[in-house]
């Protein structure tokens, strides 16, 4: 293990420059101009790959995006390690708050500045750094691995869902890890056992056959932006509480060990709303932040549009306005029970007076991971070693579909190994990721491969037993 | 009369290339892109009108977008008319919505197409025409003539407020006529008494310091967009009146013979409502869709705007949200009474969870003109003779502020002679005069100039009398 550690150690800016060409792709996939771009990424991760030493490495063209496939099926007596990843980002947008260009890699104040640092080339970037101090110092990895990165991620599409199903053999593995999270807060290593779900609705609220002027058809008829704020504004009780028949009805209550752990935590919620730039926090009530972030469902409208946006005024009754509606799900929720919720819920609270339509664009199962299996072990001996600390565990509020569907398809758990922080601003201006978080993963993750294959040669029949009793639905 | 009749007959297509002319010059005025455009169009009529014979025209700079000035006063014994307009038009946005270009003109079915046919160049355009066929056939005008053109009519600046409070001398007149509204429909001649005024505000709802990622911040604090669409919905109660203690206090009741008049306009619910496209009408209870649209106050929403609003999915909590909220007021509502009213009662309403700022961004005073005063009885005359049929009264929802500035700047009434049609689409894609309207139009101005010449030989005393009798106050 000195041997790779110090490898590192001397390789890091080099590591550095590397990381800011693949954030110089700007691989966006929702954006359909950015179509090339996603390709080129994918081709540069093929070529990284192989300049590592990974073998089968290959581009794979699907009916979106294409998916980059590479691996290191060469040891004996070692467990098999699937590492799936994403190469696409999100918008940028706004452009104007970031502090420097979100394509151009900066590194200010020890912190990695870039669209895509956090989420999640920087922290792909740790598995390719270990695996090229492994192969360039013992010439061998410590487990067999096999690696997965799409470019939907993002934009909620199925391809890879779609190439899992049609390549079970390809990827047979004993588990997989994802390093797409983030610490509890810095200098507060932490393993994340627990992700929220989501369903995301795009809602259409069509009035008018055209737009109107609104001093002279103002009054009579129902406007199609009034028509909407009325429904959203219909979506939560004076209490916090999303406001639909059923949505909370199949809630796995917290478990007595998971409060343990939480209170583990450091945290305020006075800290955490002064970071926000909040006057006061607001959620369901009758629970806490940490339990409103990680156990409690919730449901965000991500954007609304409609009539005149720009400077100055514009006399206006738009034709129609839209709006996204995101709802984050927790286990034991359906997506597509909920789905089907929100659509009747929505249809009977809407007004005749205008015409509304729903598009679900995208849907994540939620997911959990026990506390006591040996992948969630070696990962938390692994950051322990990384970090030079006790890690604590934690839950994200965030969804990593391809957790549900690791588990569906291949019937293997995950590990989540995230080096991210809270604050990283992933999905927003000035996304980061910090240095030493960068490096401390690359060692913790050297570490994790090692565990692995210890784990797996001193209790092997134990090991694969138990990975393989894991559940989706046990916390 | 009949040789500025016959020199209309003749010049028809002449007339309408120059229209066309006029319309490609793209004066927007909320577009700072625009500047150029709007003094381009300012120096396009200086010139147009000079070729016409009119005396004394000029640009006039402003701190804002430049004025026109023009007249010919060489009348004796004759009453002085001020011509009112503007030059600026709305921005044409959607685009994509347009049948053919907003500032190519294009004739199909009759009409004329393009942004300002009927908002305002085209209705500007019958009087120039008038002002020609007089002084090309007659040499000379029946009444003296000031014509005082604006460039920010529809971005709410106040440059013309300050150019009639400095030239009190120079715009001097007997009466004013603005030709900017519309026929209550198709072949039903109609004049305009009474004009809504307006209150439009900028609303801006300001959360969390940055945008921040809907799955781990979610649930955790208040949406702004959720919030913005919370403070919307309590605008309106259940039964469409506005919800803001003492809205309606001031508002003065129809009077009986409004009704009457009312009543004779051709006009079913049912056509209206399916004219726009919709299932059902709304607006406050208790009153007609005419008394909604004309004698009612209202509360629009005219623009929405947060979050992520392309396409696809994103994952965002925005920082802050925003909308434009317009009040059309009627007499005798006071818009800085309701502007205060409105400020008061959002700030009452806004939740402690986020950030409410208010911009007052434009206000109009309401205005209305008795039936029975010398210059109506004119027009009345006039539309008789231009359109060969008796012309109804009817009221407008639309503001025009310059109404109520003519009356306390320079003491003038102003008779609204409008040639549009309720269908026209200003302020919307596919604007559009109908051609029959436009050289109807002209006929009616020939007629309505001549008329005010006649009254003023034959009632000099009592005409400018009743004249210096009207009141804004009074129905």
């Given at each position: 293990m000195d041997q790779p550690l110090a490898y590192v150690h001397v390789n890091k800016d080099r590591f550095l420059a590397e990381l800011a060409e693949l954030i110089a792709i700007?691989?966006?996939?929702?954006?359909?101009?950015?179509?090339?771009?996603?390709?080129?990424c994918a081709e540069w991760l093929v070529a990284h790959l192989r300049s590592l030493g990974m073998d089968g490495s290959r581009v794979?063209?699907?009916?979106?995006?294409?998916?980059v496939y590479s691996e290191w099926c060469r040891a004996?007596?070692a467990p098999t390690l699937l590492l799936y990843g994403h190469y696409?980002?999100?918008?940028?947008?706004?452009?104007?708050?970031?502090?420097?260009?979100?394509?151009?890699a900066?590194v200010?104040?020890?912190?990695l500045?870039g669209?895509g640092a956090m989420?999640d080339k920087g922290q792909l970037f740790t598995h390719f750094k270990a695996i090229e101090a492994y192969l360039r110092t013992a010439g061998r990895l410590p487990v067999n691995l096999k690696i997965v990165l799409?470019?939907?991620?993002?934009?909620?599409?199925?391809?890879?869902?779609?190439?899992?199903?049609?390549?079970?053999?390809?990827?047979?593995a004993?588990?997989a890890v994802i390093s797409d999270?983030?610490?509890?807060?810095?200098?507060?290593?932490?393993?994340?056992?627990?992700?929220?779900?989501?369903?995301?609705?795009?809602?259409?609220?069509?009035?008018?056959?055209?737009?109107?002027?609104?001093?002279?058809?103002?009054?009579?008829?129902?406007?199609?932006?009034?028509?909407?704020?009325?429904?959203?504004?219909?979506?939560?009780?004076?209490?916090?509480?999303?406001?639909?028949?059923?949505?909370?009805?199949?809630?796995?209550?917290?478990?007595?060990?998971?409060?343990?752990?939480?209170?583990?935590?450091?945290?305020?919620?006075?800290?955490?709303?002064?970071?926000?730039?909040?006057?006061?926090?607001?959620?369901?009530?009758?629970?806490?932040?940490?339990?409103?972030?990680?156990?409690?469902?919730?449901?965000?409208?991500?954007?609304?549009?409609?009539?005149?946006?720009?400077?100055?005024?514009?006399?206006?009754?738009?034709?129609?306005?839209?709006?996204?509606?995101?709802?984050?799900?927790?286990?034991?929720?359906?997506?597509?029970?909920?789905?089907?919720?929100?659509?009747?819920?929505?249809?009977?609270?809407?007004?005749?007076?205008?015409?509304?339509?729903?598009?679900?664009?995208?849907?994540?199962?939620?997911?959990?991971?026990?506390?006591?299996?040996?992948?969630?072990?070696a990962a938390?001996?692994a950051l322990?070693e990384g970090f030079?600390?006790?890690?604590?565990?934690?839950?994200?509020?965030?969804?990593?579909?391809?957790?549900?569907?690791?588990?569906?398809?291949?019937?293997?758990?995950?590990v989540?190994l995230g080096f991210g922080?809270?604050?990283?601003?992933?999905?927003?201006?000035?996304?980061?990721l910090s240095l030493s978080n960068f490096f401390g993963g690359i060692g913790t993750v050297l570490h994790f491969y090692q565990e692995l294959h210890?784990?797996?040669?001193?209790?092997?029949?134990?090991?694969?037993?138990?990975?393989?009793?894991?559940?989706?639905?046990?916390?």
């Amino acid at each position: 293990m000195d041997q790779p550690l110090a490898y590192v150690h001397v390789n890091k800016d080099r590591f550095l420059a590397e990381l800011a060409e693949l954030i110089a792709i700007p691989s966006v996939s929702t954006d359909p101009d950015r179509r090339d771009d996603m390709r080129r990424c994918a081709e540069w991760l093929v070529a990284h790959l192989r300049s590592l030493g990974m073998d089968g490495s290959r581009v794979i063209s699907t009916g979106g995006h294409p998916i980059v496939y590479s691996e290191w099926c060469r040891a004996q007596d070692a467990p098999t390690l699937l590492l799936y990843g994403h190469y696409d980002v999100q918008p940028p947008d706004p452009l104007e708050q970031w502090t420097s260009p979100p394509f151009q890699a900066s590194v200010r104040d020890g912190n990695l500045y870039g669209r895509g640092a956090m989420d999640d080339k920087g922290q792909l970037f740790t598995h390719f750094k270990a695996i090229e101090a492994y192969l360039r110092t013992a010439g061998r990895l410590p487990v067999n691995l096999k690696i997965v990165l799409e470019g939907e991620e993002e934009s909620g599409g199925d391809s890879v869902s779609v190439f899992l199903a049609d390549h079970k053999h390809l990827l047979e593995a004993d588990l997989a890890v994802i390093s797409d999270s983030a610490f509890f807060a810095e200098d507060v290593p932490s393993l994340c056992y627990g992700l929220r779900g989501n369903v995301y609705f795009q809602v259409d609220v069509q009035g008018p056959g055209r737009d109107l002027h609104s001093g002279l058809f103002g009054g009579s008829l129902h406007n199609p932006i009034q028509a909407l704020s009325e429904i959203l504004a219909q979506l939560h009780d004076r209490e916090g509480r999303v406001a639909m028949d059923g949505f909370y009805d199949d809630v796995l209550p917290l478990a007595s060990e998971e409060r343990e752990a939480f209170s583990r935590l450091p945290w305020k919620d006075d800290d955490y709303r002064r970071g926000l730039g909040l006057a006061e926090l607001y959620g369901e009530a009758g629970f806490s932040t940490l339990e409103r972030l990680w156990a409690r469902p919730t449901l965000e409208c991500c954007g609304i549009i409609g009539g005149y946006t720009g400077e100055g005024v514009k006399s206006v009754i738009p034709s129609h306005a839209s709006a996204k509606v995101s709802m984050r799900l927790v286990p034991n929720q359906s997506p597509a029970k909920i789905a089907s919720l929100f659509e009747h819920h929505m249809h009977s609270i809407a007004p005749r007076t205008v015409r509304v339509t729903l598009r679900c664009l995208t849907r994540a199962e939620p997911s959990i991971v026990p506390l006591d299996s040996p992948g969630v072990r070696a990962a938390v001996a692994a950051l322990r070693e990384g970090f030079h600390k006790e890690p604590l565990f934690q839950r994200d509020g965030g969804s990593i579909p391809m957790v549900a569907s690791l588990k569906h398809t291949l019937g293997v758990d995950t590990v989540l190994l995230g080096f991210g922080l809270p604050e990283g601003n992933e999905h927003a201006p000035d996304e980061f990721l910090s240095l030493s978080n960068f490096f401390g993963g690359i060692g913790t993750v050297l570490h994790f491969y090692q565990e692995l294959h210890s784990s797996f040669l001193e209790y092997r029949h134990r090991w694969v037993r138990s990975i393989s009793g894991m559940s989706a639905q046990k916390g």
